[in-house]
Structures are given as C-alpha cells and as structure tokens.
C-alpha cells in the first residue's frame, strides 16, 4: 500500500471539470476542484463483477495462486481496480481447487486481497438444456446444495460472495434463503424459468439477472418469457454484457431503458482470451475457438459466441455509444453500480484509493492511462 500523500487530477466525468484527489495509505485523504488539465479524465475505479479470465490467464481450466495473481496484473493493465473472479460450472473438485488458489492468492499479497474483495460462482445450478446452458459443461450441471455450498466457503474462508443459478429448480427458494442467511448474494442466470419460478426466486432473495439476454434459448416464447419477467421485476438488478457482440445495439438500448440506469451494470465475462491477439486457439473451455480482429470470439468455423473478449473500459464506451449515454452515465454502470448492492465503497474521503485516469480517443473510446488500486498505481497497457 502507498504510504506517502499522492495527489492525482483529471477531470470530473460528471462536471467536465479539473479535479485533484489526495490519498494517503491507500485511501482518499482530499477530493477539490481544481488542478492541472492536462486532457485526461479521473474516475472512480472500474468494479468487474464477472471475470473468467484475461490475457492468457485463466480461472477456469485449473488454476493456482501464481495465475490468480498475474491475472490481477493483467486486469489492472486493462483499466480495471477490482474485480469478482468468476468460476463456472465444474466439477465439485475442480471448484474447491479453483477457490482454494484464489483464496491464497489473496492471503499472499494485500493488493490482490484488495482486488478481489470476493467470488462469484457462476453456476453448476443452471439449466442444463443446450441453449440456456450456454459454454457450461453438461456433464456437471446438478441442483444447489446448501452442504455444497459451505463445502465451497469451508475451503475458500467464506470468500464466495455472488452465486448465480437458474430459478427452475424445487430446491431453489430454500438454497436462496440458504445463502442470504449467510450474507451471500444469488443472481438468475443460465436459465429457462418460468415466471412463477424467476418471481419465487425473487421472493426468496434474488437480486440480480447475470448477463440478461444471454445465457438464454436461442428462441422464446413472444411472452411471456424470462426475459420480460426480469425486466420488469423491480427487485431484480441487471448485469449486461456491452461488447457488441452479445447484445445488438437496439436490444441493448430497449434492455437498458427498461431496467433503468438505477439498476443496471456492466460486466465483461471475459474469457482467458480477452486481451490475446486475434488467432484460432484451442482452450479448456469451448474447445476450437477463433479471437476475430474486431473482439468477437466464435467456436471455429460457426457464427456462435464462444465467450466475450473485450475489456470492461472497452464495454463502457460501447454502452455510451449504443445507448447515447453521457461519459458519467456510462461510467457509473462500471464504477458506482456494480459496488452498490455489495456494499462496496465509493468515490469518497476515506474510502480506498481506487481509481482509473484515462483519455478519449476521437471515436470515444476510453484509453486507460493509470489505473490506481487502494493508491497503488499500474500503468495500463495497450
């Protein structure tokens, strides 16, 4: 952690304006207008909450501490201060191994501990029809399971902090309730559920739809469908993917006006390729895949998405293009939102130091410069 006074300026997205932040420790000691304008902004750091993997480095083909932490250097080069691992369906085996590597990644360096401030598993609870079931492997898809899940928190130290599953299964009121009892937040996802189950699920204590509009059949019903329901249930946050290539831009707009700016986020679901050249590659997950010039990511030889490959700054951009959006709007869906149902501090005196410095390009594009993590700086890489 840093421990001299650092001031750092840049411009407020929200006014346009210079402004000078003080940290000292680690965290924010001053926020004053005013301060050199040199041309770059100054945000409150991006929160990823859904993250497979990035440059190479991933958390879902077996992993070990040593890949947890040089996927946080990867993640801060990309433009982001913290972020939520995301693990897949797997074995149980393989998801006690993969928390148990994240968890002494973090027991090992204060900064990843800071990093990554929990998990989130995505899965094995899913529906396991092809379709909504998405890249998930088949063979471990199963009903939640409470004893399962304290297997989970037993080998990690209680560091799982988001579960998404589908609602269909009978298990799924009791599991939810299950893990809000525990402080665990559940989202929805993966799924085919019917109404009556996304709204007991709701009931129970679901608050977040994970990627909606993806993870879902390729056709639906006119309605009602899953994707209505979580739409309009006003108890439901919504993560959406803003690369441009799960979501065209008009369904991204309409899903986007619909849930409101009040509970939407941004997540990339970035898979271990995010950030790797454009080539053919051959990887645990989804086998034979093809990492196109323009960020698209197929299975080889197909039209289909085999994952997201584009950094969360580069989905920020996207969203306020697609959506017409200003730069704080924007920002916000990557900053305040995502931190704001895990209680996880903001742009305020006090609060961790984490923050992103970035210009614009001409096409609005976002170009990180510096990202700061609890005061300590990274420089971005391109």
């Not at 006690?96 to 401030?117: E, F, G, N, T, W």
């Not at 998404?164 to 009892?181: F, K, M, N, Q």
């Not at 950094?311 to 697609?322: H, K």
Request: glycine share 10%.
């Amino acid at each position: 952690m840093s421990e001299v006074t650092t001031q750092v300026w840049g411009r407020d997205p929200e006014t346009g304006q210079p402004r000078t932040i003080t940290f000292m420790d680690g965290h924010i000691s001053g926020i004053a207008p005013g301060g050199p304008d040199d041309g770059h902004w100054l945000s409150l750091g991006l929160f990823d909450l859904q993250l497979n993997g990035f440059g190479g480095h991933d958390l879902n083909g077996g992993t070990d501490p040593q890949t947890v932490r040089d996927l946080a250097l990867a993640v801060h080069g990309s433009g982001v201060s913290r972020f939520a691992p995301t693990l897949i369906t797997a074995s149980r085996a393989a998801l006690i191994d993969a928390l148990k590597a994240i968890a002494q990644a973090r027991d090992s360096d204060p900064l990843v501990r800071h990093a990554i401030p929990f998990v989130h598993v995505e899965g094995p609870h899913i529906a396991p029809e092809d379709g909504p079931r998405g890249a998930h492997p088949a063979e471990h898809v199963r009903p939640p399971d409470l004893a399962e899940f304290d297997a989970w928190q037993a080998a990690s130290g209680n560091l799982v902090g988001l579960v998404t599953l589908s609602p269909h299964w009978p298990e799924t009121a009791d599991y939810v309730r299950g893990l809000r009892s525990r402080g665990v937040h559940v989202a929805l996802g993966h799924t085919d559920a019917t109404t009556a189950q996304i709204s007991a699920a709701v009931e129970a204590g679901a608050m977040l739809s994970t990627h909606l509009g993806n993870g879902i059949a390729a056709q639906l019903p006119r309605h009602p469908n899953p994707i209505w329901t979580q739409l309009a249930e006003d108890r439901l946050w919504a993560s959406f993917i803003a690369d441009g290539h799960h979501l065209p831009p008009e369904t991204f707009k309409a899903m986007l006006r619909a849930k409101g700016l009040e509970r939407s986020m941004l997540v990339s679901d970035a898979v271990a390729l995010a950030g790797c050249p454009p080539a053919i590659y051959d990887v645990p997950v989804g086998g034979r895949v093809e990492l196109k010039a323009n960020g698209r990511l197929e299975v080889a030889g197909t039209p289909f998405l085999a994952g997201a490959a584009a950094s969360l700054p580069f989905g920020v951009a996207t969203a306020r293009r697609v959506a017409g959006l200003t730069l704080a709007e924007a920002l916000r869906l990557a900053t305040i939102n995502p931190r704001t149902p895990f209680q996880l501090p903001a742009l305020t005196v006090g609060a961790p130091a984490d923050l992103l410095r970035f210009r614009l390009g001409d096409d609005g594009s976002i170009i990180p410069e510096t990202v700061y993590v609890a005061g300590q700086p990274f420089p971005a890489k391109h």
